[in-house]
Structure formats: C-alpha cells, structure tokens
C-alpha cells in the first residue's frame, strides 16, 4: 500500500530565506506527483505537476524535483514570502487516477 | 463556473441524520474525485467517477456512504446515519480526464464542505 510522508510537518521562517520540503513515497510506481496549497478554509490549490517521466518542474519560485528510483520528492521555495504561509501538500497519484496524500507541511512565513 | 464548487460549506448534523453533499465540477470535465480530509491530515480518497461510471469505491469507508453522478456533471455524496467519526471537510475534485488510464492531469478541487456530526 503506497504510504506518502512529508517532513517537517511544521516549518516556520523570516521572509527571503530559501527553503526545502520533502516528501516520500514507498512505492516507486507512480504515474505523477502533485505539490499543493491548502490555504485554511479553502479547497487546495495545484502548484506543480510532475510526470513519473521527468526529473523537475518549476513555476516561478517554486521548483519541485522528482526521484522515483529513491521515492523522494523535495519542493523548493525561493525568497519565501508571508504570502507563501500556508499548507504544502505532496500527493502521487493511484492506479486509477486517485491521489494519496501525505499530511501536509505547515509553512509560516514571518515578515 | 470558473471552477468546482460545493454545497453547503458548512454542514452540522446530529448523530443518525442523513446528510447529502454536492459538487458542481468545471463544466466538461470527465473525471470526478470525492476525498475526505479529518483534521490535522491529509486527504483521503473515497471514490471517483469517470462520466456517469463510479469506477472506484473503494475508499468508502463504510456501507453508509453512497456517492452518485447520474447525468455525468453534478454529483452528491451522501452519508446516512451519521456518526461522529464523519466529521471532517468533504473535498471534491475534477479533472478534465483525457489522458486515458494514465491520469497526468490536473485534479481542480472546490472550496470543500465541512460537516460536523454532534
């Protein structure tokens, strides 16, 4: 059974530093890897996408890597920002389409 | 719509009342996903549909749930006799589900619902 697990789970940091997610899952096959934000309150927003056949995705500050031989991923985050204060959620998707969650990390960004 | 919405946001039931839920995906698209979120975790997948077709149910937690999508748009997750341990932000996702059996897309979630069983 694929299990996803993000450390921290907890994370807080002045504004402008870079920082580093990781997530990890314990079966390599996997069609995709989704990064998230939950904002409290509100639905989750897709932030990266990365295929099982790529290496790296990157959308602005954001930049999220893929390891599927070592069941790794790790979501990167430049100049961070208060704005960027929310929760991150790693998920790769099933078989049939569904996505396994990890429990998220819970980023603080202080100004 | 511009995006998945769901109904009501808040939802407050007494212990054995039915309830039901609603997503409204983007219009068009063909793959729908219901999760359930308890708090302080992450989601957790309960079914999905493909059109009209529930092609996975297996993360119903129980015989109580029951989820539909008859015309292939709107659907409704409906929980009856509920129990404390329903308590949590039902999410709704869709995604426009052209990519065969390997799903690369993106799955666009609503607002979620939060129900709270007393």
């Known amino acids: 059974k694929q299990e996803v697990t993000q450390i921290p789970a907890a994370l807080s940091v002045p504004e402008g530093e870079n920082l580093v997610l990781n997530c990890s899952f314990t079966d390599s096959a996997i069609y995709n890897l989704q990064w998230f934000r939950q904002d409290p309150g509100k639905g989750l927003t897709s932030l990266l996408l990365i295929q099982s056949s790529q290496r790296e995705q990157t959308s602005g500050r954001l930049n999220a890597s893929l390891d599927k031989s070592s069941g790794r991923s790790t979501l990167y985050i430049a100049a961070s920002q208060p704005g960027d204060s929310a929760t991150y959620l790693c998920?790769?998707?099933?078989?049939?389409?569904?996505?396994?969650f990890g429990k998220g990390t819970k980023l603080s960004v202080k100004p | 719509g511009a995006g998945v919405s769901q109904s009501p946001r808040y939802k407050v039931a007494k212990r054995g009342q039915d309830v039901a839920l609603r997503c409204d995906p983007i219009?068009?698209?063909?793959?729908l996903f219901w999760y359930q979120q308890a708090l302080g975790q992450g989601p957790e997948f309960l079914t999905y549909?493909?059109?009209?077709?529930?092609?996975?149910k297996s993360g119903l937690p129980s015989d109580r749930f029951f989820a539909e999508r008859p015309e292939g748009s709107v659907s409704t997750l409906k929980i009856q006799r509920t129990q404390q341990e329903d308590s949590a932000v039902y999410l709704c996702?869709?995604?426009?589900?052209?990519?065969?059996?390997?799903?690369?897309?993106?799955?666009?979630f609503g607002p979620g619902t939060r129900l709270t069983v007393l």
């Open positions: 219009s068009g698209h063909v793959s």
């Open positions: 996702a869709s995604s426009p589900g052209t990519s065969g059996i390997s799903f690369t897309d993106t799955q666009y």
């Open positions: 998920a790769v998707e099933g078989s049939q389409g569904n996505l396994i």
């Open positions: 549909f493909q059109n009209e077709a529930q092609l996975d």
